[in-house]
C-alpha cells in the first residue's frame, strides 16, 4: 500500500482537478484504501487543503465550460462533420475509400436564449405569470381582506338592511 507524501498528494489532486472521478475511483487508481483517504482528509490538513483547493479548481473550471456552452447554445455555432468509409485490400489492410467533410450550422437553442435572459436581465425578462382574479364587472373577490372585524361586521349589517329593504 502506498505511503503518504506530498508526490501521492498531488497525485490525487491532479485527478480531483481533472476529472469528476470518484474518491473510490482515485484510491483505486493511485493504490490506496478509501479509508485511508478519509483518514489522510481528517488527520492532515496539508492534505486536506490540497483537496479542497483541487475541487475549488474543477469547480471553477466546470462553471467556465458551462458558460462557454451556454454561449454556444445562445448564438448558434458551426461544426464540421467528418464521414469516412473504409475497404479492406487484398493485403488485408483497411483503406479510406471516402472521406466527406461537411459543415453543419446548429441554430440557437431557444431553451437556452430564455434561460440567458431571465438570468442575466430578470427585470425586463420575466419567467413567470401573473393571473389576476376579478368578480363580477371587474369588482375585488375579496373586497374585506384589508378590513377589521369591527368594518366587516358593519358591512355585514348594511347589506343586511338592503336585503331587508331598509336601506
Known amino acids: 500500500m ?5 508526490e501521492m ?3 490525487i489532486c491532479s485527478f480531483i482537478e481533472k476529472d469528476s472521478y470518484t474518491i473510490a475511483e482515485i484510491c483505486k487508481i493511485v493504490g490506496i484504501n478509501e479509508c485511508t483517504y478519509y483518514d489522510w482528509c481528517n488527520s492532515k490538513s496539508e492534505f486536506s487543503n490540497a483537496v479542497k483547493k483541487a475541487r475549488d479548481k474543477f469547480d471553477e473550471t466546470m462553471a467556465v465550460e458551462a458558460v462557454r456552452s451556454l454561449r454556444k447554445l ?9 464521414r469516412t468509409t473504409y475497404y479492406v485490400n487484398k493485403e488485408n489492410e483497411e483503406v479510406v475509400r471516402d472521406r466527406v467533410v461537411t459543415r453543419k450550422h446548429y441554430q440557437p437553442s ?11 436581465d ?3 425578462w420575466k419567467n413567470r405569470q401573473n393571473t389576476e382574479i376579478t368578480g363580477k364587472d371587474g ?5 374585506y381582506q384589508d378590513m377589521s372585524r369591527d368594518e366587516i361586521m358593519q ?8 336585503m331587508d329593504g331598509k336601506g
Open 139 to 143: 369588482k375585488d373577490l375579496l373586497p
Open 74 to 82: 445562445v448564438q448558434g455555432y458551426e461544426a464540421e462533420e467528418v
Open 155 to 162: 358591512e355585514i349589517e348594511k347589506i343586511r338592511a338592503k
Open 9 to 11: 498528494t498531488n497525485r
Open 2 to 6: 502506498a505511503k503518504y507524501s506530498e
Open 122 to 124: 430578470s427585470e425586463n
Open 110 to 120: 431557444v431553451p437556452a436564449v430564455i434561460f440567458s435572459l431571465t438570468n442575466r
